[in-house]
C-alpha cells in the first residue's frame, strides 16, 4: 500500500507494494562469488522510482543539487538537467565526469552556494544527532528531499541508532512537518522492513503545487504518459 499526505490531507492508493528486504543485516555466508555494491544490492526497488518521480516533480527546473550520504550509489547521473550535480559521503562518495564527489562530513561541509534540491536517502537513522544533520539540510539547500526507514522494528539492521521511526520522527527533527510524504512498500516481500516513507519540504519562492509537479513528471524523461506503444503491422488477408 501506498499512502501519501500532502497539506494535511490525506491520499490512499489501492494497491500493495511488497519486495524483499535488502536492508537488514543477514549473517554473512561464506561465498566465492563476488558481493553485490550497496547500489546493486538495491538499485531496482520501487523506491528509488519513487525518488525520481518526486526529483522530476518537485524541481523540473533545479540547476544544482547534492546527495548527502550517496555511499558511491549513482542516482545523480539520471537527473541531467541539473547543471550541477553533488555527491558527498563521510567514506564513499559517487564521482564520475557528471558529478562531483566529495568525501567530507556533512555537519563540517559549507558549501559557497545554497542548492536547489538536497537529498537525504535512508541516512537520518544511522547519525547521532539527527535533528541538527536536518537542520544542516535546510541550511544549505531551497528544498529538500528526505527518506527513512517507515516502522521497521527494532534490532532489525544494526547499523540503525535510531528505529521504529515515522512521519511523527521526522516531523520531530525537522522542526516541520512536510509538504508532501509518501509511503513506499515494495513489491513480492511479506518483510517488516520493506516499507520506506519519502518526504519533500518546499521552500522556494514559487507556491508549492501538487498538481504542477504531477505536470512536470509526466513531460520528463520518467513518465511514459504520452508515449506510443509499437503496434505490429497488420497481417495480410487470408487467402481465398
Same mark, same amino acid.
Given at each position: ?8 490531507? +490525506? ?7 511488497? =519486495? ?12 566465492? %562469488? ?31 543539487? &547534492?546527495?548527502?550520504?550517496?555511499? =558511491? ?18 567514506? =564513499? ?28 536517502? /535512508? ?15 535546510? %541550511? ?18 544494526? +547499523?540503525? &541508532? ?9 516531523? =520531530? ?9 509518501? &509511503?513506499? /512498500? ?18 522556494? +519562492? ?7 509537479? /504531477? ?7 520518467? +513518465? ?7 503496434? %505490429? ?6 487467402? %481465398?
Amino acid at each position: 500500500m501506498i499512502d501519501s499526505k500532502s497539506s494535511g490531507r +490525506s491520499f490512499r492508493l489501492s494497491y500493495r507494494f511488497e =519486495q524483499r528486504n535488502r536492508e537488514s543485516d543477514m549473517t554473512p555466508v561464506e561465498s566465492s %562469488a563476488p558481493q553485490p555494491s550497496y547500489w546493486e544490492g538495491r538499485s531496482d526497488l520501487l523506491y528509488y522510482r519513487c525518488v525520481e518521480m518526486f526529483v522530476a516533480g518537485f524541481a523540473p527546473k533545479g540547476r544544482s543539487i &547534492i546527495d548527502i550520504g550517496s555511499n =558511491q550509489a549513482p542516482l545523480l547521473e539520471q537527473f541531467t538537467w541539473f547543471k550541477k550535480r553533488v555527491s558527498l559521503d563521510l567514506r =564513499q562518495p559517487y564521482r564520475s565526469e557528471n558529478v562531483k564527489g566529495v568525501k567530507a562530513d556533512f555537519l563540517s561541509f559549507t558549501p559557497k552556494q545554497t542548492f536547489d534540491l538536497a537529498m537525504c536517502l /535512508q541516512v537520518l537513522e544511522h547519525v547521532e544527532d539527527p535533528s541538527a544533520f536536518a537542520q544542516k539540510l535546510f %541550511a544549505i539547500a531551497r528544498n529538500v528531499l528526505i527518506s527513512i526507514p517507515y516502522l521497521w522494528p527494532e534490532n532489525t539492521t544494526r +547499523s540503525h &541508532i535510531h528505529n521504529v521511526l515515522d512521519e511523527k520522527s521526522l516531523e =520531530q527533527w525537522t522542526g516541520r512537518p512536510a509538504t508532501f510524504s509518501y &509511503i513506499v /512498500q515494495e513489491p513480492f516481500s511479506i518483510s517488516p522492513t520493506s516499507r520506506r516513507i519519502i518526504a519533500y519540504y518546499h521552500g522556494s +519562492s514559487k507556491p508549492f503545487s501538487l498538481r504542477a509537479a /504531477q505536470k512536470a513528471f509526466r513531460r520528463s524523461k520518467f +513518465s511514459r504518459a504520452g508515449t506510443t506503444p509499437e503496434v %505490429a503491422p497488420p497481417s495480410p488477408p487470408a487467402e %481465398a
